[in-house]
């Protein structure tokens, strides 16, 4: 099956930095989402970005389909930026809208 | 406000003891599915449901069952709880499948 990794693993930031995330996936997909965990465990969407650039304040991302990888761009990060980031994509050949999640991205932004 | 809702969040019981976590969408939402989340293994998915009536196996569907009666309510059922089945549980919709996905503030289940 398709196979969904995402880099940096881990990831300290000092407020006010900037960062990129990077999510690769084996096969071709169908979607593409963005989500942050936060350290509450709340599982709050980003974008949801099969191709293409959106941005939404400091967060933006970029899908790049044809390539197989997506970015995720955080400005000026702030302590509410730290938890866990995901990427989870739908995998185009199978039959069924099935999800997959990539092992994320810890990152913790340090005053 | 629109919103996921999950119960219980926390559930600690015996193994066998037969459970069921409810999820409840108020956004008039097509698809809903549910995830479990494990150290190490991430999240993955147990069933997903497209539709009324329509359900469909996710990556780790042994030892759940799930119902779709109506369009806001997916429960998850373990008939018999096993303490590998601890984990914390989320349940998510989007208006179709291939869409944003919301979830719920999820359960943390103890299998004793």
């Known amino acids: 099956g398709i196979q969904v990794e995402q880099s940096p693993p881990d990831l300290i930031l000092q407020e006010g930095a900037n960062s990129t995330l990077r999510c690769n996936f084996s096969?071709?997909?169908?979607?593409l989402q963005w989500f942050h965990q936060n350290p509450w465990g709340q599982l709050i969407n980003l974008f949801y970005i099969p191709s293409g650039t959106k941005q939404n304040g400091r967060l933006s991302a970029t899908t790049v389909a044809t390539e197989r990888y997506s970015l995720l761009y955080i400005s000026s990060s702030q302590t509410t930026d730290s938890g866990v980031y995901f990427c989870?994509?739908?995998?185009?050949?199978?039959?069924?809208?099935?999800?997959?999640f990539g092992p994320g991205t810890s990152l913790s932004v340090i005053p | 406000e629109a919103q996921v809702t999950q119960n219980p969040r926390y559930l600690i019981t015996v193994t066998g003891k037969k459970l069921t976590v409810t999820c409840s969408q108020n956004m008039n939402h097509e698809y809903m599915s549910w995830y479990r989340q494990d150290p190490g293994l991430g999240l993955r998915q147990i069933y997903y449901s497209m539709n009324v009536e329509v359900t469909d196996k996710g990556d780790v569907p042994e030892g759940y069952k799930v119902s779709r009666k109506e369009k806001r309510n997916f429960p998850l059922i373990l008939e018999s709880p096993s303490p590998n089945q601890t984990s914390l549980y989320f349940c998510a919709s989007s208006l179709w499948a291939r869409e944003t996905q919301y979830f719920g503030p999820g359960t943390r289940l103890l299998v004793l």
């Open positions: 096969d071709s997909v169908n979607n």
């Open positions: 989870a994509v739908e995998p185009r050949k199978t039959s069924y809208d099935k999800v997959i």
